[in-house]
């Protein structure tokens, strides 16, 4: 039982699951937040200009990414809905069973965790979701997100940074022998 306690807690590196699933909780609360403001005092499709580049602007996603699937019929709420899921659950394994040396994907997936469980709760209660931020330049607008969506991304680019790393780190040792 002591030896499941001591992996357990070194599970994740110096960040404690806790601590993990506190951080995947803060983005739930921020998304949810963020969302509900938005949708109180937005207007769907009307942007609010924040400053040159950046609207606030109300949507409401039916699909999936950059509006996939949006007009499918409704079918894709479920489709997402499972996937998201199934997803969270798979997250939340990885997490708990990570080396510990692994401190740069646990912040990550802690990350992608909040983000699929913010949007996750939206399709359930709602069978969409609320995305309002906008980044454009000049006629060209960039697809339309929430906090969910930025936390997802980020988690995403700092696994994609974790791997170069881990490669990086693997190709000197390699190197040294």
Same mark, same amino acid.
Request: hydrophobic share 50%; aromatic share 12%.
């Given at each position: 039982?002591?030896?499941?306690?001591?992996?357990?807690?070194?599970?994740?590196?110096?960040?404690?699951?806790? &601590? $993990?699933?506190?951080?995947?909780?803060?983005? @739930?609360? %921020?998304? +949810? !937040?963020? #969302?509900?403001?938005?949708?109180?005092? /937005?207007?769907?499709?009307?942007?609010?200009?924040?400053?040159?580049?950046?609207?606030?602007?109300?949507?409401?996603?039916?699909?999936?990414?950059?509006?996939?699937?949006?007009?499918?019929?409704?079918?894709?709420?479920?489709?997402?809905?499972?996937? &998201? $899921?199934?997803?969270?659950?798979?997250?939340? @394994?990885? %997490?708990? +069973? !990570?080396? #510990?040396?692994?401190?740069?994907?646990? /912040?990550?997936?802690?990350?992608?965790?909040?983000?699929?469980?913010?949007?996750?709760?939206?399709?359930?209660?709602?069978?969409?979701?609320?995305?309002?931020?906008?980044?454009?330049?000049?006629?060209?607008?960039?697809?339309?997100?929430?906090?969910?969506?930025?936390?997802?991304?980020?988690?995403?680019?700092?696994?994609?940074?974790?791997?170069?790393?881990?490669?990086?780190?693997?190709?000197?040792?390699?190197?040294?022998?």
């Amino acid at each position: 039982m002591n030896k499941d306690k001591e992996k357990n807690s070194e599970s994740a590196g110096t960040w404690s699951i806790y &601590s $993990l699933f506190g951080i995947s909780a803060l983005i @739930v609360i %921020l998304d +949810r !937040l963020s #969302k509900y403001l938005s949708d109180t005092n /937005l207007t769907e499709g009307v942007a609010v200009n924040v400053f040159p580049g950046f609207d606030l602007l109300l949507a409401y996603n039916r699909g999936a990414s950059f509006s996939f699937l949006d007009d499918a019929g409704g079918w894709q709420r479920w489709l997402l809905t499972g996937i &998201s $899921l199934g997803v969270s659950a798979l997250i939340t @394994v990885w %997490l708990i +069973r !990570l080396p #510990k040396a692994q401190k740069l994907q646990a /912040l990550a997936l802690a990350l992608i965790l909040g983000g699929a469980l913010g949007n996750l709760y939206d399709r359930m209660m709602a069978g969409y979701v609320i995305d309002f931020i906008s980044v454009y330049f000049m006629d060209a607008r960039f697809a339309i997100f929430n906090i969910a969506d930025a936390a997802i991304s980020v988690g995403a680019g700092m696994m994609i940074l974790d791997i170069f790393l881990d490669y990086k780190r693997g190709t000197a040792e390699r190197t040294a022998s």
